[in-house]
């Protein structure tokens, strides 16, 4: 129970169509397991009430919220709804983030519009729940904030938009930390490296027209530990170690998640 009595805003707690777990629901289900009340965001919300079915079967506490997290509105209604259901808000874990699947592309084929939708979901949305989390936390004295950039900002990766906005999301991190350390927050992020979840997978084999298996074994040959891809659970973990009190003198770091490849940087 190393979250008992937490309360913690999961944003993409749902997850996309396709086989295993992604890192959003794999997360908010290990919270509600280590104690924490969960807050399922997600802008499906069928989805988000899978992962909230899930948890209850365990007996977890935890309900399903629907967001576009692009809006500013609605960020500011899932703060409220959270703080006003149970009190306070101790953890945020920004997860959502799209590449391919928001269109985006190689610099010379890609579109504005595919661009700025990249932009406002992986970036934007993190911007937006911070700044309607962090005055609560600052009254609180303590909180913990997780978000989840990609092995993307430091390894060779083509696609422009989701490149830059993971970079960003560190650099955002980092500010987090250093400007909020004075009251008790803690800002954290972690960088996924080849991960074997629906979005990752599922998005790919459908993008390029190949079977899931093919991409699965594509991607197993890079990963130098085993030669064999994470798991959103591996995501999972990392995010409960930083956002529970064993991390509390660690703040304003990248974690990268990855299997070794970030030794390969060179």
Same mark, same amino acid.
């Given at each position: 129970m190393?979250? #008992?009595?937490k *309360?913690?805003i %999961?944003?993409?707690?749902?997850q +996309? =169509?396709?086989e295993g ?5 794999a997360t908010a289900?290990t919270?509600a397991?280590?104690g924490?009340?969960?807050?399922? *965001?997600?802008r499906?919300? #069928?989805?988000?009430d899978e992962t909230?079915?899930?948890i209850a079967? #365990?007996? $977890?506490?935890?309900v399903a ?6 809006k500013a509105?609605?960020? /500011?209604?899932?703060v409220a709804?959270?703080r +006003?259901? &149970?009190?306070?808000?101790?953890i945020?874990h ?5 590449s391919?699947?928001g269109?985006d592309a !190689?610099?010379?084929?890609i579109?504005?519009?595919a661009?700025?939708?990249c932009?406002?979901?992986?970036? #934007?949305s993190? @911007?937006?729940?911070c700044k309607?989390v962090? =005055?609560?936390?600052r009254?609180q004295?303590?909180?913990?904030? %997780?978000n @989840?950039? +990609?092995?993307?900002v430091?390894t060779?990766y =083509?696609?422009?938009?989701?490149k830059?906005?993971k970079a960003?999301? *560190?650099?955002?991190? !980092?500010?987090l930390?250093?400007?909020n350390?004075?009251y008790?927050?803690?800002a954290?992020?972690?960088?996924p $490296?080849l991960m074997n979840t629906?979005?990752?997978v599922d998005?790919?084999a459908? !993008?390029f027209?190949?079977?899931r ?9 890079q990963?130098?530990?085993r030669?064999k891809?994470?798991?959103? &659970?591996?995501v999972a973990?990392a995010?409960l170690f930083l956002a +529970?009190?064993?991390a /509390? ?5 990248t974690?990268?998640v990855d299997g ?5 940087r $060179?």
């Amino acid at each position: 129970m190393r979250l #008992k009595d937490k *309360v913690a805003i %999961v944003v993409g707690a749902g997850q +996309s =169509p396709g086989e295993g777990i992604g890192n959003g629901r794999a997360t908010a289900l290990t919270f509600a397991r280590e104690g924490a009340k969960v807050v399922c *965001v997600d802008r499906d919300l #069928k989805s988000a009430d899978e992962t909230v079915q899930m948890i209850a079967e #365990k007996q $977890g506490a935890a309900v399903a919220f629907e967001a576009d997290v692009t809006k500013a509105a609605d960020i /500011k209604a899932m703060v409220a709804d959270t703080r +006003s259901r &149970w009190g306070r808000i101790d953890i945020l874990h920004n997860n959502v983030g799209v590449s391919l699947a928001g269109g985006d592309a !190689e610099l010379l084929e890609i579109a504005e519009e595919a661009f700025d939708r990249c932009v406002a979901i992986n970036l #934007k949305s993190c @911007i937006l729940a911070c700044k309607e989390v962090i =005055p609560i936390m600052r009254r609180q004295m303590s909180g913990a904030i %997780v978000n @989840i950039s +990609s092995m993307a900002v430091i390894t060779t990766y =083509p696609y422009v938009a989701y490149k830059a906005t993971k970079a960003a999301m *560190v650099s955002f991190t !980092e500010q987090l930390a250093y400007q909020n350390a004075s009251y008790g927050i803690r800002a954290n992020v972690i960088l996924p $490296g080849l991960m074997n979840t629906p979005m990752a997978v599922d998005t790919r084999a459908r !993008e390029f027209r190949k079977t899931r298996a093919e991409i699965e074994a594509q991607r197993d040959a890079q990963v130098p530990l085993r030669r064999k891809m994470g798991t959103g &659970w591996d995501v999972a973990n990392a995010a409960l170690f930083l956002a +529970s009190d064993e991390a /509390k003198f660690i703040t304003g770091v990248t974690l990268p998640v990855d299997g070794g490849a970030s030794v390969r940087r $060179g």
